[in-house]
Structure formats: structure tokens, C-alpha cells
């Protein structure tokens, strides 16, 4: 419905009380203040914070680069006759670690193929290693000193930064390499970033944009984990693709902060300093209260004018919200209300009944959803339980026969483990497919567990089993034809229990027999079928299958006693 008049428009008639009185002041007064000291401040803020960055940056680069000189120190006056023996150079190792602890877990040495031949400290597990698992391993081997990017390591499991270098023998060819590893929140390393503090709720990243990892922080409980995924934090994303600098932005919690970036020399990461746009701006916040405490007293004085308004303007409204609850309360049947007006409150009421409208054609699709399986759209336990019933009624009303066919895929599990939960979901319903084609019409397919199929038979003619094991035989077969995903082809299998029943029986005991057919079926070697014995008060006599018929068993008589 659309509004003609704006004398039927109840935002004009209330506007016309309050806005006119108080917006203009207090629009400029919010405007010319608010706005010239939240751009002075912000600038502000962002200067210091540009200066607070760059300086970390610094000295960072710094701690960094000092390990890697020290590392190329200690590569250059290793004895070369030391290479070769191994106990001589652990002692080597101890007096240079002991005399400048630099690496706050030491030193190692690998020959040219990675291997860790020396350490000291010795850490259990560390010479099992192999450094050719590092990226851009073999620009060592060409006589670069290599900054690691961060990593877990294997070895003590912390967080830890490795440096390496080149080995070299008396005649300058490279031998092997000399490595030093250190914990990012080693004592004199990253671990003043932890101490800083910028304000009460400002913050210090140092990250690693690779990895989009944050290797140290002021948060002790940020290090070392991932960044906001992106589009959660847009400047943050920037950042990683290059800016430096300062802005504003809204981070992944939804706080508005100002952020400086700034790089670490001789390395690809960067220190990010945050504040939040609030605690960088409290005379701007100072004055929001002031015009605001102003607006409430000008507020307070229309505000018998407007009660009065609302109780005039907002009767029908009143009547409408009246009904609406005793329908809510099952009083009144669902029905659409009565639209007496052709202003907001009109609108609001037609809005009201449309919703009706689609609640209804709502409940349809829940009921359906409360019945069918998401994945395969096959009818769930709920809905199989009623078929169930209703079968077996039938059946002892026609003297026909139900039958039910337990199936649990064989194979599926490592299909789903090793190629991921899509690529299982893809399978499921690829067997949905096949398993729909084999099921008679009338019969009921329903999912029933993660790899867990039931098939409902109705109307079967004496024996029962007969047509259950020629069902049977069609679902293996269907199942077992090789699966095409995109990761290569696979081959599934089935096992299969049968549970039959003239009616007499109940749902319960029918869908336990089957159950345990199916298990026998497992045990008997998988992709078979297996006939649950009569079970007392089932006028059935036990169908017995052939030896040696090809993917079939016995009954399960003695599998499951």
C-alpha cells in the first residue's frame, strides 16, 4: 500500500512535534563541534600511532637481523676441522650458546642434505628432523642466511623462529649449515611487545602476511595464531596486500580502530598498532554526552505532547497489536486483521497479513524439512517409523508381507576420512540415486544414519523372502558399481540385513531384526545380504538361501543369538 497524503503519514504529524523544536541546534552544535574535533583528534591519534609503529618496526628488524649476523659470525670461525667431529663441535656449540644465548634454544648444525647431525642445548627429538622440509631450503646451500618463516616446532612443540646459514670447509665449499632456534616469546626477543601497552585498550601485532600469522602481540593469547578470515577486518586485508600508513576501519569484533602499519626491515612482516577509534577520541566523546544531556532536557519538555500524540495516533495500532496477541494465544483462530487506516499503521497491518500468509506456506516446508533428510532428500526416521505402521497395518489387513532391508555401506568411511566430508556427501547421494532406481514403487528408501540406509518393501507375495533377496541382490549390485568423483574412482560395497514380517509383528522388533542381519552380514566377510530369522509372533517360516549363491548367507540364526 502506498501513503498519498502526507497528512496520512504518522512520521509527518510526529515530526512535527519534536524534530522542528530540537533538530537545528542540535544539528549544528553536533556537526561543527563533533566533526572538527574528531577529524583534529583522529589525525592526531594516527601520527602517534605511525610514529609508535615505525619505531617498533625498527627495533624489531633489529632483534631480528642481530640473530642473523651473530648466526653468519658463528658459520665464518667454526674450525673446519670441527665439521667432521661431532663431539668437538657439540662443545664449540655449548661455549658460543653459553657465552651469548641469542637462540633461547640453541644451536644445531645438519650436513648438505638437511639432516641435524649436532645440537646443544640437546632437545629430544630435534635431530630426527630434516631442515630440507623448509621452504626455500636450497637458498641456504647457495650461501644465503635464511630467516624461517614461524612454525610449531616439532621437536618441543612451541612456537618457535629458526635462522640458518651455510657451512663452509677450509676451502670455502658448502658443507653443511649452521642453525639457531629461538621461541617467539623468548625473554629479549619478541617478548616486549607482550609488555607495551597503548592505553587501556590499545593493542601491538607483529604479523607475518604469508601466513597471515600473528607471531608476537601485546595479547599473549593472540601469538602465534591466524588473522580474522578475509573480509572480516577490510584494513587489515589491505595491509596484507601492501599498505602502510594509517586509517580507520571496523576490525572483526565490530569495534571501529584506528590502525598504523609499518614493516620490519630485512623481512616480510609488519607491525600493526591498534586503538580503538573511541579511546583515541574522549573530548569527542566528552561532547556527545554534553549535547546530548542538552537534547534530553530539550526532549523532556514535548514530552507530555508527545504521549498525548501516541495515544490519538497509535489507537489503531493498539487494536491491532490487541488481536495479534490473542491469536498468539490460541483464542482467536489465524486470521488476517482488519485494516482501518491507510497510513503507516495500515501498512503495518496489510505487512501483518501478508506475514500470515507466508507463516502458512512456512509450515508446509517445516513439516516437510521435520520429515526428510536434509542431504538426500529421503524420508528420515520419524517419517519411516509412520511408513513402518502403516505397512504393517496393511499387511495384516491384506495378508500380505513387509519386508525390511538394513543396509550400511561398506568402504565409505575411509572415502569420507580421505577425501573430506564433501566428497562423502557426493558419494551418499550418488548411492541415494542408485538405491531410488532399485526400490519398487510404493516401496519407502529413508536415511537413517551417517551411511545407514532402510528399505521399506510392502505387498509381498509368499515366500516373502523370495522378493527381499532379489532386492537385496539389486542393491549390492547397484552399490557396488564403481563410484566417478573428481579425486579418481572408487568402489563402495553393502551389507545388507532383512528382516520379513505377515504383519503380525512391530515396528520396533522388525527394524532390531534387520538391524542385527545387517551386523551378521558385516561379520560374515560385508557385501552380502543376511535373513533374520522368524522371531516369535511372526507368522513366517525362515527363507533359507543356497550354498554358494553368489552374495548371499544363510540366515543369521547362530550370528546374533
Known sequence: MKIKRINCSLVTRLVLFGVVLIAVSAALRYTILIDFLQRDQAQVAADQQNTIASYLAQDIGYRVQERARYLERLSAHVPPDLLNDHAG?????????QLQPLFSQGL??????GNILVDYPRIEGRRKLTLADFPDFKRVLQGATLICPPMHSPATGKPVLVMLTPLRDGSGRIVGILGGSTELTAPGFLDHLQQARLGPSGSFLLISPGQRLIIASSDEVLVYTQLPPVGKDVLMDQAMHGLRGSGVGVAANGVTEIKAFASVPDTSWLVAVTLPLASALPTVERMRALIARGAVIQGSMIVLL???AYLWFFRPLRRAAALAERMTRGDLPLSP???ERRDEVGH???AFNGLLARLKLHQAELQHQAHHDMLTGLPNRMMLAER???ALTHACREGSGVALLFLDLDGFKPINDSLGHKAGDQVLQEVTRRLRQVARHGDTLARVGGDEFVL?????????????????????????????????????GVSVGIAVCDGSCDADSLLQAADKAMYAAKNNGRGCYVIAPARPGCNVTPFSVPEGTAGTTRPAGSAHS
Open 306 to 308: 508527545v504521549i498525548l
Open 348 to 350: 503495518l497491518t496489510m
Open 337 to 339: 486483521l482488519p485494516v
Open 108 to 113: 644445531f648444525t645438519a650436513d648438505a642434505e
Open 388 to 390: 513402518m505402521q502403516a
Open 456 to 492: 521399506l518393501v510392502t505387498d509381498l507375495a509368499q515366500p516373502f523372502e523370495h522378493g527381499a533377496q532379489v532386492l537385496a541382490e539389486k542393491c549390492i549390485k547397484a552399490v557396488s558399481e564403481p563410484l566417478h568423483l573428481l579425486q579418481g574412482d572408487f568402489l563402495l
Open 89 to 97: 663441535l657439540t662443545d664449540w656449540l655449548r661455549d658460543h650458546q
